[in-house]
C-alpha cells in the first residue's frame, strides 16, 4: 500500500517539479486534503573542493547544498534527521508557521535541545496556509554555513499560481564558502571579541564561479530556451551578508516573497537578505541572442567592519547559439556596496495581493506594542585577556540592550512543563534608557548580559513591534526573523521613530506579509502579527554573527481556551540536553 500509494500521490509533484528531489521519498495516506511525505536527513561529514583547497564540510546526505524537499499546501512533512558527526545540531524548517507544532521549529535551545552525535529526532508537521518557496536549514551555531537547502511548497492539487504558469522552475541558492572551518571562525571571534575572518568566496547553488580564482569549473550555469518563462525562487542562505542580484541584459518580475504572494513589479536588481526569499519569473529574449549573461550577487553593507567584498557569478545561457565560440559575455551593473536608497526603494515595493483569494489579515486595532532597538555594542574585556573588539572591548549585540543568552536546555520544555529558573519573563516593552538612536552614540556602549529574558503574550493578542536600528558602532541594516508567525510590514523609514507623526503613514491596505525583514540602516521598520500560535518563538538577527553575539529575544504564546489553541505534548523522541 505504501509503494502504490506513493505512486499515485506523489508522481504528479515530480514530473511537476523536474529532478527535484535528492532525497528518497514515500508518500503516504492522505489526511485531510494532504498527503503525508516523509524524508530522511542523515548528517554526515563529506569531502568537498572549492577554490582548489578540498575540506571535510557537514552535510545532509552528501550534498552540499542540502536535498530539496517538496510538498503541496496541507502536506504533512515527516523528516528522521539522524545525526552522524561529531558536532551537534538541529534544523529549523524557514519560514514555516509551525502551528500548534512548536517542538517542530528546530532552533537549539529554544525549542529542542540539539541532536547529539549518534542521535535523531523526527520533525512532523503539517503545511497550513502556505505555498511558495522557503528553506531549511541548521539552526547551531555557524552549521548553517553548508547545512541549507530548498523547501519547495506547489499549490494543493487542481489550483494554479495567480501568475503565469512557468515554463520550467529553477531554485538558486545563495551561500557562502569558508576555506576554513566556519565553526572554529566563530569560535576565535567570540573569544578574542573581535569581528569574525570573513568568507572566502559567495556561492550560487553551491558554486563560486569564474571571478574567483581557480573557479572557472565550478559555475552553474543556468541553460534556458527562448521565449519561455521561467521561474527562479530565490533564497539567501548566507551566513552574514545581504545581496544585490542581477541578470546581465534581463529584467525580473518579482511575483513572491518568503513563501506570499505579492503584486508583480519588474525590476533589474534584486536585494535579498539572509534569510529571505524571493520568487521571479525571468522571460527568456526570442529569438535566442548570440550572447551568454552573467547573473552576479555581491553584497549591500553599511557597517563599519570587514564583510567580504567579492561577487559570485553563474551564467545564463541560450540553448544551440549560433557562434558559441564568438558570443560575447555580457556583465551587469550591481548598485554600490552601501546604496542604501536603492535598498529602501525596492522595499518598498513589496505590497501583498490583498485579494478574495489570498486575503491579508492585518491587525487594525493593536492590542500589545513594542519598541525595540536593534544593534551592536561591547562587552568589556575580562581581566588578564587582551581583547580585539573596539577600544579593546569584545563585540557584542543587543534588543533593547539586551544580549540574549541562551539557556542550557530548550526554553518551550520548562515552559510547557511550568518549571521555573530558566527564564524571566520580563523582557523590556521598550528601551531601559532612550537615546537619539541614530544620532550621535552614548559613551556607554556596554550591553546586559547573561539574562533569559522572555516577553510574553496573551493568545491571540495583536503585536505592533517598532525595530529601530541604532548608530552605536555604526548604522547597519538588520535582517530580522520571526520564528512560527508570519507579520505584515505595515511601515519603514529612516532616522528615529515618530511616534506622533509615522502612524499615520502605515499601510494597512496591502501591507507585504513576511518572516525576515530588513531594518534599514539607520532606520526602523514597522511589523504587526496576531499571536495564534501557542508555544515559544525566537526573534533574532539572521547575520549568525550578530545572532552569536546575543541579537536575539523570544516571545512565549500563551494557550488559548480552545482545545485547537493549545500547544501539545513534546514527541517522545524530542532530544535531551
Known amino acids: 500500500m505504501r509503494f502504490s500509494g506513493f505512486l499515485s500521490s506523489a508522481v504528479m509533484v515530480i514530473l511537476f517539479v523536474g529532478c527535484f528531489m535528492a532525497v528518497p521519498e514515500v508518500v503516504t495516506a492522505k489526511h485531510g486534503g494532504g498527503v503525508t511525505r516523509h524524508y530522511k536527513f542523515s548528517i554526515r561529514m563529506k569531502n568537498i573542493t572549492r577554490l582548489c583547497r578540498s575540506k571535510s564540510i557537514v552535510t545532509v546526505n552528501g550534498k552540499f547544498p542540502g536535498p530539496r524537499v517538496v510538498a503541496r499546501e496541507g502536506d504533512r512533512l515527516v523528516v528522521k534527521v539522524v545525526n552522524h558527526v561529531p558536532n551537534n545540531i538541529s534544523i529549523h524548517w524557514h519560514g514555516i508557521r509551525q502551528l500548534r507544532s512548536g517542538w517542530a521549529d528546530g532552533p537549539a535551545y529554544i525549542t529542542q535541545c540539539p541532536i547529539q552525535t549518534g542521535q535523531s529526532y523526527v520533525y512532523n508537521f503539517t503545511i497550513t496556509g502556505q505555498r511558495g518557496t522557503l528553506f531549511w536549514h541548521a539552526h547551531f551555531s555557524w552549521m548553517r554555513a553548508s547545512v541549507y537547502g530548498p523547501l519547495i511548497i506547489l499549490p494543493r492539487r487542481n489550483e494554479s499560481y495567480p501568475f503565469i504558469k512557468p515554463y520550467k522552475e529553477v531554485p538558486i541558492l545563495f551561500g557562502e564558502w569558508f576555506n576554513a572551518d566556519p565553526e572554529a571562525v566563530i569560535n576565535q571571534s567570540l573569544q578574542t571579541g573581535a569581528g569574525p575572518n570573513v568568507s572566502d568566496a559567495y556561492t550560487l547553488n553551491g558554486l563560486p564561479g569564474p571571478l574567483y580564482n581557480c573557479s572557472g569549473k565550478d559555475t552553474y550555469k543556468l541553460k534556458v530556451k527562448p521565449g519561455k518563462t521561467y521561474l527562479l525562487r530565490l533564497i539567501n542562505a548566507a551566513l552574514?551578508?545581504?545581496?544585490?542580484?542581477?541578470?546581465?541584459?534581463?529584467?525580473?518580475?518579482?511575483?513572491?516573497?518568503?513563501?506570499?504572494?505579492?503584486?508583480?513589479?519588474?525590476?533589474?536588481?534584486?536585494?535579498?537578505?539572509?534569510?529571505?526569499?524571493?520568487?521571479?519569473?525571468?522571460?527568456?529574449?526570442?529569438?535566442?541572442?548570440?550572447?551568454?549573461?552573467?547573473?552576479?550577487?555581491?553584497?549591500?553593507?553599511?557597517?563599519?567592519?570587514?564583510?567580504?567584498?567579492?561577487?559570485?557569478?553563474?551564467?545564463?545561457?541560450?540553448?544551440?547559439?549560433?557562434?558559441?565560440?564568438?558570443?560575447?559575455?555580457?556583465?551587469?551593473?550591481?548598485?554600490?556596496?552601501?546604496?542604501?536608497?536603492?535598498?529602501?526603494?525596492?522595499?518598498?515595493?513589496?505590497?501583498?495581493?490583498?485579494?478574495?483569494?489570498?486575503?491579508?489579515?492585518?491587525?487594525?486595532?493593536?492590542?500589545?506594542r513594542f519598541f525595540f532597538t536593534i544593534g551592536l555594542g561591547t562587552n568589556p574585556c575580562p581581566k588578564n585577556q587582551t581583547c580585539q573588539g573596539p577600544n579593546g572591548t569584545k563585540f557584542a549585540a543587543s534588543m533593547n540592550n539586551i544580549s540574549f543568552a541562551l539557556p542550557t536546555t530548550a526554553l518551550l520544555q520548562p515552559y510547557f512543563f511550568s518549571k521555573n529558573g530558566v527564564f524571566t519573563a520580563d523582557f523590556p516593552d521598550f528601551p531601559l534608557h532612550p537615546f537619539n538612536y541614530t544620532g550621535t552614540p552614548p559613551n556607554n556602549t556596554h550591553v546586559i548580559n547573561g539574562t533569559t529574558k522572555v516577553e510574553v503574550l496573551p493568545f491571540n493578542a495583536s503585536v505592533e513591534v517598532i525595530m529601530q536600528d541604532t548608530s552605536i558602532l555604526g548604522a547597519e541594516s538588520h535582517p530580522l526573523h520571526l520564528h512560527g508567525y508570519n507579520f505584515y510590514v505595515v511601515g519603514q523609514g529612516f532616522g528615529n521613530f515618530n511616534p506622533k507623526n509615522d502612524p499615520s503613514k502605515f499601510n494597512l491596505v496591502d501591507p507585504v506579509e513576511r518572516n525576515t525583514v530588513g531594518v534599514p540602516s539607520g532606520g526602523w521598520v514597522a511589523i504587526r502579527f496576531q499571536a495564534d500560535n501557542p508555544g515559544v518563538w525566537l526573534m533574532h538577527c539572521h547575520f549568525d554573527v550578530h545572532l552569536s553575539w546575543g541579537l536575539r529575544m523570544a516571545w512565549i504564546v500563551l494557550d488559548g481556551k480552545l482545545p485547537n489553541q493549545k500547544l501539545p505534548p513534546p514527541p517522545s523522541d524530542l532530544p535531551k540536553c
Not at 351 to 358: D, G, R
Open 240 to 368: 552574514n551578508d545581504e545581496l544585490f542580484f542581477s541578470i546581465a541584459n534581463h529584467s525580473v518580475t518579482v511575483v513572491e516573497a518568503d513563501a506570499s504572494y505579492v503584486k508583480p513589479f519588474v525590476t533589474d536588481t534584486l536585494v535579498i537578505a539572509p534569510g529571505q526569499t524571493t520568487n521571479v519569473l525571468l522571460k527568456t529574449k526570442s529569438p535566442a541572442p548570440d550572447a551568454a549573461f552573467y547573473m552576479l550577487a555581491r553584497p549591500y553593507f553599511t557597517g563599519m567592519g570587514t564583510f567580504d567584498n567579492t561577487t559570485v557569478a553563474g551564467i545564463l545561457e541560450y540553448e544551440n547559439p549560433k557562434n558559441p565560440e564568438n558570443a560575447p559575455l555580457f556583465k551587469p551593473s550591481l548598485p554600490a556596496i552601501n546604496a542604501t536608497n536603492v535598498v529602501a526603494n525596492f522595499s518598498n515595493m513589496f505590497k501583498s495581493l490583498a485579494t478574495n483569494k489570498f486575503p491579508i489579515n492585518v491587525p487594525q486595532k493593536v492590542d500589545k
